[in-house]
């Protein structure tokens, strides 16, 4: 399993091998560029454990408490409350939390060990890629070989040109050039719904 650095988000199902997410920096931000965030503001040693972050698929939900198994089998106990921001695709509710899902979650370490969620992301990943066809409400995708198949979600998918503010136009997109997407993992596929995808125009 690839890592960059000691955070891991479990997205093997869709890639066949993991791909690094690392920890937001501004507390309370849900947006999904947040997640994947440069760390410079951490005060961790390099690969210690933080004990604010959890991540892994959820295999139990009782009430408001997520069980979750990381991708190194550690077991988490994450308390969403009302203050807990969850984001899947777009900013959601708890409700919205599935078994199966994959996770990523930082928070407060509460002395029981449970983790009290500040913010959670559902099977978000973030795919460098190159588009291999573009259809009709899909992109096919191209990560190191493995294909993946990336859905237009209308209302929601924005595309971002050359840095500029996001459009929900895909037009300028271009089949062999290379995007970024970051999206919601659908489990156990090899298939996403597009939240943003970063790509140069011509």
């Known amino acids: 399993m690839e890592s960059l650095g000691r955070?891991?988000?479990?997205?093997?199902a869709v890639l066949g091998s993991a791909t690094a997410v690392v920890g937001a920096t501004?507390?309370?931000?849900?947006?999904p560029e947040t997640a994947f965030a440069q760390e410079d503001n951490w005060m961790l040693e390099p690969d210690a454990i933080d004990p604010d972050f959890a991540e892994g698929r959820i295999t139990g939900i009782k009430g408001t408490m997520l069980m979750v198994t990381g991708s190194d089998r550690t077991f988490h106990r994450i308390l969403l409350t009302s203050g807990t921001s969850v984001w899947k695709l777009r900013n959601t509710t708890f409700d919205e939390a599935e078994v199966g899902d994959g996770l990523y979650a930082r928070g407060a370490r509460m002395p029981d060990g449970v983790l009290a969620a500040d913010a959670v992301w559902?099977?978000?990943?973030?795919?460098?890629?190159?588009?291999v066809a573009i259809n009709r409400d899909v992109l096919h995708?191209?990560?190191h070989g493995h294909r993946i198949v990336g859905h237009v979600v209308t209302g929601t998918t924005a595309a971002v040109y050359n840095g500029t503010p996001a459009i929900s136009d895909l037009s300028l997109l271009q089949v062999g050039k290379h995007a970024q997407v970051i999206g919601a993992w659908r489990p156990d596929t090899n298939e996403v719904d597009i939240a943003t995808v970063y790509a140069a125009a011509a």
């Open 7 to 12: 955070r891991k988000f479990l997205t093997s």
């Open 122 to 131: 559902l099977n978000i990943v973030n795919l460098q890629t190159h588009i």
């Open 26 to 31: 501004a507390l309370g931000s849900l947006a």
């Open 141 to 143: 995708l191209d990560h």
